[in-house]
């Protein structure tokens, strides 16, 4: 969508006849798959199983080419799909939803069929792995490079992260704090601005920029806003979860 403007549905045929995507998307499209992912990376990283319904999982299915175009023209960012594992003070955020990435950013980079493992040490900092993520070859060059690690040591342990569990407590969703990008379509009348930031505010959501688009008089107007951190909670309660994306 990103590399060619187009609809959802159309990328999602093409990749799907490449082999990129089952018959049936829903896993890949819904971040289901990517959160598979994340359960394994995060036993690894902190040594803490999270199963899938304990934590927030939203796809990619909603985006829309005007979300692409005005980010990356307006915002200087690009929408990736992020698998997220935190531990900040004791506390883990486990997460995977789409994420606005400043183009700077080493995530930015990661297109195509192409999967990314971004780590922030202590010591060393970042840290990125990149290789194939789907298709028939890379999957199976995976599954027999596991099938020889095993072979080779039997009694090698399964689980190669920390041996102490930092975790102390599992942060819902609800409590996670960021910045959000908010696009939703409104009458073109006087007031309408208002009232929409009146709403943000009276959930304690603070508005950092607000942009709309010109349309034909009569059709409703774009507006694409982005807001001032804060907790989920607080967006939930302003405009539900299905109209936003988080920012990075």
Known sequence: MTGEGREFGDVLKKAQK???AETDPTFDVEGYDTAHKLVILTI???ETYVEQKNFHVEGISKITPDDILFTKEELKSCIKLLAIAK?????????VHPTLVPESHLLASINGVFNGVYIVGDIVGPVMMYSPGAGMMPTASAVVGDCMDIIQNMNKPTA????ENRVKALKGMADVRSRYYIRLQATDKPGVLHSISGILSDCNVSLESVNQKQT?????VPIFMVTHEALEKKYECSCGQDQRTGVC
């Open 18 to 20: 490449k082999g990129y």
């Open 44 to 46: 690894l990283g902190f």
């Open 87 to 95: 531990l900040v003070d004791g506390e883990l955020e486990v997460r």
């Open 160 to 163: 190669y992260g920390p041996k």
């Open 216 to 220: 034909a008089k009569g059709e409703p």
